[in-house]
């Protein structure tokens, strides 16, 4: 809450360290504190990966269990904070980020990569991580050590794909690190698997009214029949038959179909 109340509106939680859930002890309350304080709650994990993409991929599902273990929600952003245990091989390293970053992206979180502006020279091929993972660059550059209450962009480290810059290992004195996002921080958006369609029958008997209202929910790109949808009683289509199709998309739909009243021949 005293972190809500001098401003700040994310919290970045540690879930985990390599494989192991200490360095992250406490996460689950910290994330209910900040969800009750009406934040966006995200996670981060310490890597020591060493360029080995099989750790890499190891210390991500560990802290996607961890995080889901937490509270922290699914959707939002779990960050791969590599800043030590680096291979001398470039590449290597900026494999195993990449390598991580898929295993987070595939557990339905939105994956962000953690280092300073120095390592992430020296060690990674950052473009490469963008170009896989766009603005996804978390990047800590201090104008100096110490408290500081806003952020000189005189200091900013330029680079493509930064949506968060560290600026502070002490924001407004009170010994939490200092984040400002540069770019818009959302929950990701996932497509639906289901749709709901809807079918209006209108009464050419009666003037076109609508007769009934039938839905049902069904899997997108399946389709689903008239058949599925049963008929106001008493009643046929006009035209078509209970074989006749409708293709589900993304989004639900409602779609009218045409009836009339069933006759039947009596005598005088």
């Known amino acids: 809450q005293y972190s809500k109340n001098i401003g700040a509106k ?57 995080a889901l273990a937490d509270g922290i929600p699914v959707h939002s952003y779990i960050a791969l904070d590599y800043e030590t245990s680096f291979s001398g091989d470039k590449q290597a390293n900026t494999n195993a980020a990449i390598a991580a970053m898929q295993v987070i992206r595939n557990a339905n979180y939105l994956p962000l990569f953690y280092s300073s502006s ?13 170009q896989r993972f766009p603005g996804a660059l978390w990047v800590a550059a201090y104008k100096y050590k110490g408290a500081m209450n806003e952020p000189d962009f005189g200091y900013f480290p330029s680079r493509n794909g930064v949506a968060i810059w560290q600026f502070t ?18 929950f990701l958006q996932v497509a639906p698997t289901t ?8 009464d050419d008997d009666n003037g076109g009214q609508i ?8 899997n997108v790109n399946s389709t689903v029949k008239y058949s599925d949808f049963a008929l106001p009683t008493n009643m ?19 779609i009218t179909l045409h009836v009339v009243h069933n006759t039947q021949n009596v005598s005088d």
């Open 10 to 66: 994310y919290a970045i939680i540690k879930v985990s360290e390599g494989t192991s859930s200490a360095g992250g002890s406490g996460a689950a309350t910290k994330a209910a504190n900040a969800k009750a304080a009406g934040m966006m709650v995200m996670a981060y994990y310490f890597s020591h990966a060493w360029g080995n993409t099989s750790t890499a991929q190891a210390e991500a599902n560990y802290a996607v269990n961890r």
């Open 118 to 130: 120095s390592m992430m020279n020296n060690y990674f091929y950052t473009d490469q991580i963008v």
């Open 169 to 186: 290992d002490s924001w407004k004195g009170a010994n939490v690190d200092g984040d400002i996002n540069v770019l818009p921080l959302q």
């Open 195 to 202: 749709a709901t369609v809807t079918v209006q029958y209108v």
């Open 211 to 218: 007769a009934a209202t039938r839905s049902k929910t069904a």
């Open 236 to 254: 046929h289509w006009v035209s078509g038959d209970g074989n006749s199709t409708i293709n589900v998309g993304t989004a639900n739909s409602t």
